[in-house]
């Protein structure tokens, strides 16, 4: 049974600096692309960064400079650094994983982000 169990969100004031922590288990963690969502309230959910397998990486344009995606095969855990955060950067931020060779996706469930003075 796949699991991603997201963690390491919570309340930072803007400016300020997180980092989401992503771990998988029951897949190929290696031969999966690994991802991050988020979803403001009202919004549709949105990409914010991708990482392959061999540890290529693709960003939001909203994000780029300011957000690193991040991986450890070895722990089977995907990061996401985020600084210079900013309101509009409050969401629920979803990890997912999709092998490179399947088009099935696999989510976890979540965790909240909230960037608030």
């Known amino acids: 049974q796949v699991q991603l169990v997201e963690s390491g969100g919570g309340l930072v004031q803007p400016g300020g600096s997180l980092t989401l922590s992503c771990a998988a288990s029951?897949?190929?963690?290696?031969?999966?692309?690994m991802s991050w969502y988020r979803q403001a309230p009202g919004k549709e959910r949105e990409l914010v960064a991708t990482?392959?397998?061999?540890?290529?990486?693709n960003y939001a344009d909203s994000v780029k400079g300011r957000f690193t995606i991040s991986r450890d095969n070895a722990k089977n855990t995907v990061y996401l650094l985020m600084n210079s955060l900013n309101p509009e950067a409050t969401a629920v931020y979803f990890c997912?994983?999709?092998?490179?060779?399947?088009?099935?996706?696999?989510w976890g469930q979540g965790t909240q982000v909230t960037v608030s003075s």
């Open positions: 029951g897949i190929v963690f290696s031969s999966a692309a």
């Open positions: 990482i392959t397998g061999t540890g290529v990486t």
């Open positions: 997912s994983g999709r092998h490179f060779w399947s088009s099935v996706t696999y």
